[in-house]
């Protein structure tokens, strides 16, 4: 334990008891030495203004209790030093948002961590500054997340205005919301869509206009939405109906081994040192493109379908690199 895990467990002990505990006994349940000990009580004492009593007949400490009875508490909000580092990395999280995402609503809360962690006692001053959080490709989300937030959580349908990427057009759609999904860096709105009966996803960037209704939304099962969300690969919502067989060379193995592509997949290594991996999927799209950033290191064995997207997508690209016909001829020619 630190310095702040034993004065948290200090004051626990002495909280815990009406009674004067002997200083031995209470070095031996902080389990350091009287000198540290001794530093322990006077920083809770002097610093943090616990009403600490010595009992020289016992040779003992305990808290006296206030005027009406009641026992001390420790001031404000009061951390172990792990729960400590989990806001660390939680105050990094809330400044890698989108700047204004969310300030009305988690502004105070980032303010109070801020002033935790600055606090002279504890020294996390700079602790912030050495956790980095890395986005990659992350998009704005609009103007709209407000509005489709707000629609999740206070349970009310949403009237939206929303531009389709794959279709490049525009539809309007009324939805009972029932997830915010932040995914790859980007934010993505889980609803039920009224009109094509069904759940569907909405990137939240696309949204063009939004407007909270009156009528409830619609509520579907944790238990359904699961099964539809998570049981295909990434942000491709739909019950899987196929496995893709993914073999990756020894080399790439040790990579791929380790990571997590699906919560349904299973892998094994093969006997040539090779990876095989298999993930229940729906809507290929996705699986696709990180397929291909895999290149030459892996091979789609099953489904044959998806195993000819692969094939097209690469003699596609590899296309791209090839010289114009005749060119050499014409650089030639006088």
């Known amino acids: 334990m630190d310095k702040f895990d034993r004065i948290y467990r200090l004051h626990h002990i002495l909280a815990g008891r009406r009674t004067p505990i002997a200083f031995e006994d209470l070095r031996e349940r902080l389990g350091c030495s009287k000198a540290t000990a001794y530093r322990l009580i006077h920083a809770l004492e002097h610093y943090l203004g616990a009403p600490i009593e010595r009992d020289r007949e016992l040779d ?6 206030d005027p009406e009875g009641r026992a001390f508490e420790l001031p404000g909000l009061w951390f172990s030093a792990q729960e400590l580092q989990a806001l660390i990395v939680f105050q990094r999280l809330l400044q890698s948002l989108e700047p204004g995402l969310l300030d009305g609503h988690l502004s105070p809360l980032a303010k109070r961590l801020d ?26 989300t609009g103007d709209w997340f407000q509005v489709a937030a707000g629609g999740v959580l206070q349970r009310r349908r949403l009237s939206l205005r929303y531009h389709s990427r794959s279709r490049d057009e525009t539809i309007e759609r009324t939805v009972s919301p029932q997830r915010l999904t932040h995914y790859r860096d980007n934010w993505y709105l889980d609803a039920w869509d009224h009109r094509r009966r069904g759940l569907r996803s909405f990137s939240v960037d696309r949204i063009r206009h939004a407007v909270e209704l009156e009528e409830p939304a619609q509520d579907i099962a944790e238990r359904e939405l699961d099964e539809h969300y998570a049981s295909a690969y990434g942000i491709f919502a739909g019950k899987a109906n196929k496995t893709a067989v993914l073999r990756f060379s020894p080399e790439r193995a040790r990579w791929v081994a380790d990571e997590r592509w699906h919560p349904e997949q299973t892998g094994q290594y093969l006997t040539d040192g090779r990876y095989e991996l298999r993930i229940p ?26 195993r000819d997207e692969v094939t097209r997508r690469l003699a596609a690209a590899l296309e791209k690199y090839r010289p114009p016909e005749h060119a050499e001829d014409a650089e030639d020619a006088p």
Do not use: N, T
Not at 60 to 65: Q, S
Not at 115 to 125: C, D, P, V
């Open 281 to 306: 999927y729906r809507d290929s799209r996705e699986l696709v493109m990180d397929i291909l950033r895999h290149g030459a290191e892996v091979e789609v064995v099953a489904p044959e379908g998806l």
């Open 115 to 140: 002033e935790l962690l600055q606090h002279q006692r504890l020294g996390l001053g700079e602790a912030g500054r050495r956790i980095r959080i890395l986005g990659m490709a992350a998009r704005p």
């Open 60 to 65: 003992g400490f305990r808290y006296r209790l």
